[in-house]
């Protein structure tokens, strides 16, 4: 009795200690930074050892067991105790005639860390035994702890009394070789990155960050989370290791602290136990301010803020919890519980439980917008509530059970060895107790097989809450979603998308935790060097390349036959455009083609009409009817180049362009050489008079035609030309032109012709000086120059333009060439015969003419 009392008073002043060395410096977090936690409670753990009892229990058997004041996270723990006991006595068919109880383990439940630091000191010479007789019988009953796996541990070290874990499994303890005393009844987290992975996905959390306690199980889990989020494209924006040393913690705890709210994560993932210094940091970031969105296990159900008040279904604890089975019975059992049986008082856990494990009916009337109250009572009395094991909880309701059917097995042996000497319920042998316990199978109330040997199982299924804040400390959990880690993958996560019941509205808006902002339609990522994967700008995407959903990689090319929006979001069919007859353009050359043609026509007809008319024969009827049928070719083969081009039509363009021009000029060079040679037949002694008598110049044309005519060939041989599609000169139209095939044989077609206008104009300019009267050298020297003028423009204007521009250019030089030819060799003539026939006579000229 004096131990205790030392031990009490040595607490207390620890307790007062460090609750003074937390006032007077903020920084340091010894306990919970809270004096709204009712004592500043960081510890969770409870231990329980079950024992038989001949007979029934009396009424008031439990109301001495408690005579302190039950930490406020560790109701739900004795309220399983009493109603898993309770189920037990009830069933005739585990225990008959005997009752199963519980008495607390010494120390747990209380202050677990100061009492085992102290029980297990290695300055401690003394031995303090839990569970243990002060005689030399040593009994063997079964031990329920949780749920800080490291309690379990420090009580395996030095007892072997076999011990049921009810806390999250952890592999630490599952080393039997090491622990062969120390049993877990949860099930493995085989498929929790999976299921986290997927809740991130889903809401497209992309920047995540990650604070694991620095142990073992810390560093896997973050294994395999990595990996997870890899495969999802999900990055980590920072990772914390908890330290589990106090002293280490304590000199780097301001950078953790700086770390984690620098960064523009939205989304915190935790993952370790309660009960150490992981927790000791979770409070620090709730006492700065952190608001954040908190992914964890069920074991870190709490609320993160008592002062602060909101409905945001994301603005708090996200926890993972396993699956469990709903006992009906257990919500009937704690509302109408007799607190003169059991030493609880209901009301006050309700009001005093920072978290309810609970959720508001669905069934309720009331709508949480419309609630307006006085007290935190008042507004449980409004609402009614499904009070629902935690997974702990449950855990525990299940080694009850397990415990309880060993306990059964070993009864029988005893009756069926007739083992009267010793009272049924007293067990010494705690190997062959914890051999039963290991082999324990069974099917709970709720149906549920419990396999002590094997808790891993592969299709667990997992429940996903979300721990609402209220007033006055106040915490609702809700369920919103579950997963499936067996279904197919796109069916493992299912989230609810009916909450507006819970909150009388519409579903909340989601947070972002993105590294960058979501690049929209129309943009694609482009990422920044030495960054994670999910940091990157927004670039608008390319000239005809889309992008229709949010953050693309790539943007996509549009077909050729359609175009992209203004916005680049989509692609829009294009229209397809050549140069018609229709359009304005095409009619209007088509006109001048036409008009120009005819206007040649009547030329040759006045021509050869007036042919015995001394200008007419003085400037070689013959050469200009030539000249004149190919001027006339040249204005309609610029028609070759209007309407919707075709195979025959592209090849006949340039072909007939080609040797239709170098008619006309090699024409014209006949022309003037006849010119020169009947200016040097004036010389006596002359020979050049057979020459031209035989017509010499005349050979001219048929040799000039004949040059271009394998130079067309040759461009028709190896490169002809060939329909072409336009994408890219007019936004949104498709132009069909024709493609020129070579442009080297293109321009040596244009250079030849270039060539005979320019001998043509050498030529007609050194005749300039020759008799005026019916002389056409200088017509032919301005038409010649003209026609160099026409086809030099072209070239630069022609390689400046794209698309119908092209074409266009291309048929205006030609009848413009091909204008200046009639105009300036035939106009004057004509203007001569038609308007001033007077002067045409020989009598007046016949001093200046002599052929």
């Known amino acids: 009795m004096k131990k205790l009392c030392a031990f009490i008073i040595s607490f207390l002043l620890l307790k007062f200690s460090l609750i003074l060395y937390s006032l007077t410096d903020p920084s340091c977090f010894w306990r919970i930074q809270d004096n709204e936690d009712n004592g500043g409670d960081l510890q969770s753990d409870c231990g329980f050892a079950l024992i038989t009892y001949e007979g029934p229990i009396e009424e008031n058997f439990y109301s001495n067991l408690i005579n302190f004041r039950i930490p406020e996270r560790r109701y739900e723990f004795f309220w399983v105790m ?86 999250p499994f952890n592999p630490n303890l599952s080393d039997h070789d090491q622990f062969p005393y120390v049993y877990q009844v949860a099930t493995k987290d085989t498929h929790l990155s999976h299921a986290m992975a997927s809740l991130m996905l889903h809401f497209r959390w992309t920047w995540i960050g990650v604070v694991i306690s620095y142990d073992v199980q810390g560093i896997q889990f973050l294994s395999d989370l990595r990996e997870e989020m890899q495969r999802h494209g999900i990055c980590l924006a920072f990772v914390n290791m908890i330290p589990e040393t106090m002293q280490i913690y304590k000199t780097k705890a301001k950078i ?96 005093g439980w920072n ?22 009572a008042e507004w449980l009395a409004l609402h009614k509530f499904d009070m629902a094991l935690s997974e702990e909880g449950y855990n525990l309701y299940n080694a009850v059970y397990a415990v309880a059917h060993t306990y059964h097995e070993l009864v029988l042996h005893k009756v069926e060895s007739q083992q009267i000497e010793e009272s049924k319920g007293v067990f010494n042998d705690c190997q062959q107790v914890a051999s039963l ?67 009388g509205g519409t579903s909340p808006q989601v947070p972002t935790s993105t590294c960058s902002v979501t690049c929209t339609a129309g943009f694609r990522k ?66 001048m083609a036409l008009c120009f043609s005819a206007l040649t026509v009547l030329v040759l007809f006045t021509f050869v009409k007036y042919k015995d008319t001394p200008i007419v024969k003085a400037n070689n009827c013959i050469l200009s009817y030539i000249l004149l049928i190919f ?49 040097k037949l004036t010389i006596p002694g002359n020979r050049m008079r057979g020459m031209l008598a035989a017509g010499a110049p005349k ?29 890219q000169s007019e936004h949104g139209k498709t132009i069909i032109i024709c493609n020129k095939g070579s442009v080297i044989a293109f321009h040596f077609v244009l250079g030849y012709l270039g060539f005979l206008a320019l001998s043509s104009f050498t030529v007609a300019f050194l005749a300039r000086n020759l008799p005026d009267r019916f002389n056409e050298a200088k017509f032919l020297t301005f038409s010649m120059l003209m026609f160099c003028s026409v086809w030099i423009t072209f070239l630069p204007v022609y390689h400046s333009t794209r698309g119908k521009t092209m074409v266009v250019v291309e048929v205006f030089s030609m009848l413009a060439s091909s204008t200046g030819l009639l105009g300036c060799i035939f106009i004057p003539k004509c203007y001569v015969i038609l308007v001033r026939p007077d002067t045409n006579f020989l009598q007046k000229n016949k001093a200046k003419f002599h052929y």
Request: charged share 15%; hydrophobic share 40%.
């Open 82 to 167: 009493f109603f898993a006991t309770d189920e037990i006595n009830r069933n005739p068919y585990i225990l008959p005639n005997m009752s199963l109880i519980f008495s607390l383990l010494t120390g747990m439940c209380e202050d677990t860390f100061g009492f085992l630091e102290k029980t297990y000191s290695p300055q401690n010479n003394s031995l303090h035994f839990i569970n243990y007789y002060c005689g030399t019988q040593i009994i063997c009953d079964v031990e329920l702890t949780g749920p800080s796996w490291t309690t379990s541990l420090k009580l395996a070290i030095d007892s072997k009394c076999p011990k049921v874990f009810f806390g």
């Open 256 to 351: 953790y602290d700086k770390q984690i709210m620098a960064s523009s994560a939205k989304v915190v993932i935790i993952y370790g136990e309660m009960n150490s210094t992981l927790e000791v940091s979770f409070r620090r970031w709730v006492y700065l301010g952190a608001q954040r969105i908190w992914i964890t296990t069920s074991q870190w159900d709490v609320i993160t803020n008592k002062k602060d008040f909101s409905l945001d279904f994301f603005h708090g604890t996200v926890t993972f919890a396993h699956h469990n089975s709903d006992i009906a019975k257990f919500r009937n059992f704690v509302q109408t519980i007799n607190t003169s049986k059991y030493p609880i008082d209901i009301s006050y856990s309700m009001l």
């Open 355 to 376: 978290y309810f494990n609970c959720s508001i009916s669905k069934n309720s009337n009331s709508k949480m917008d419309h609630f307006i109250f006085n007290s935190t």
């Open 437 to 503: 316990l290991k082999t324990r199978v069974f099917t709970n109330p709720v149906g549920e097989l419990v396999n002590m040997n094997h808790r891993e199982n592969q299709c667990a299924e997992y429940d996903i809450f979300n721990i609402w804040n209220f007033p006055q400390g106040l915490g609702i959990k809700v369920k919103i979603g579950s997963y499936f880690p067996c279904l197919p993958q796109s069916q493992r996560l299912h989230i609810s998308e009916d909450l507006e019941w819970a909150t």
């Open 526 to 591: 482009t990422h920044q060097k030495q960054t994670a994967d999910c940091c990157f700008d927004c670039v608008h995407c390319p000239e005809n390349e889309v992008s229709n959903d949010t953050d693309m990689e790539q943007c996509v090319r549009c077909p050729d036959n359609k175009y992209a929006n203004l916005q680049q979001t989509h692609c829009l069919q294009r229209a397809i455009s050549f140069l018609a007859y229709e359009d304005p353009l095409g009619m209007a050359l088509g006109c």
């Open 631 to 679: 001027l006339i070719l040249c204005f309609l083969c610029s028609l070759l180049f209007i309407g919707y081009p075709n195979q025959a039509t592209c090849l006949l363009q340039q072909t007939t362009f080609g040797i239709f021009f170098t008619g006309a000029v090699s024409t014209v060079l006949a022309k003037t050489i006849t010119v020169v040679m009947a200016f």
């Open 699 to 727: 050979l001219v044309i048929p040799i000039c035609i004949l040059i271009q005519l394998v130079l067309c060939g040759i461009w028709l041989v190896t490169s002809p030309p060939f329909i072409d599609r336009d994408i």
